[in-house]
T-cell receptor
């Protein structure tokens, strides 16, 4: 069964600092991988997705993620944090059954300090 | 089209009451998903529809839960005899299954803002 592990339930960075949110997946076949962001009392917004094309994926709001098969990782990064980046971030994997359902990690809350 | 819409945004109910939530997907999307998200956790898959057919249900979906999508457009999720453990955010998402060379492709899922249920 496929699963997602997000290392670190809370990450705190200073404004302008590098953001690194970690995600590892388990999958027996090449997966589709996603990062979503959720602001308080809101739904999920897609940041970026990996669909077996380029291993470095660029998303919205300056975020990017790199698919590393050897490490089974899909970490999310942003060079310079902004106060508006404070939110909860979810990594998700989509099993290859083509149902389209997503399996989410437990989430990482990003705090940005002024 | 303004995206996936869910109603109500918030619902407070007494234990034992029935509640019903509605989801209006993006109009051209033929797939619709329900997820449940409890505090501090990621969303968990409940069920999904392709057009009006309910094709998969999670073991999380007890017999008190029922979902419908009668005309392949909007969907409802009903919880009967609510329990305090049902308190959660219920998220709806939609996507499309499109033909492509060699098979079909599922487009990315777009989520609604959710319905937050509190059972007291």
């Amino acid at each position: 069964a496929q699963s997602v592990t997000q290392l670190g339930s809370h990450v705190s960075v200073s404004e302008g600092a590098l953001v690194l949110l970690r995600c590892n997946y388990s999958s027996s076949v090449p997966p589709y991988l996603f990062w979503y962001v959720q602001y308080p009392n809101q739904g999920l917004q897609l940041l970026l997705k990996y669909t077996s094309a380029a291993t470095l994926v660029k998303g919205i709001n300056g975020f990017e993620a790199e698919f590393k098969k050897s490490e089974t990782s899909f970490h999310l990064t942003k060079p310079s944090a902004h106060m508006s980046d404070a939110a909860e971030y979810f990594c998700a994997v989509r099993p290859p059954s083509n149902t389209g359902k997503l399996i989410f990690g437990q989430g990482t809350t990003l705090q940005v300090k002024p | 089209d303004t995206g996936v819409s869910q109603d109500p945004r918030h619902k407070i109910t007494k234990r034992g009451q029935n509640v019903t939530f509605r989801c209006d997907p993006i109009s051209e999307h033929n797939r619709l998903y329900w997820y449940r998200q409890t505090l501090g956790q990621g969303p968990e898959f409940l069920t999904y529809f392709q057009n009006e057919a309910q094709l998969e249900k999670s073991r999380l979906l007890s017999d008190r839960f029922s979902a419908e999508r009668p005309k392949g457009s909007f969907s409802t999720l009903e919880i009967q005899r609510t329990e305090q453990g049902d308190s959660a955010m219920y998220l709806c998402a939609s996507s499309s299954l499109l033909p492509q060379t060699g098979g079909k492709m599922n487009t990315e899922a777009f989520f609604g803002q959710g319905t937050r249920l509190t059972v007291v």
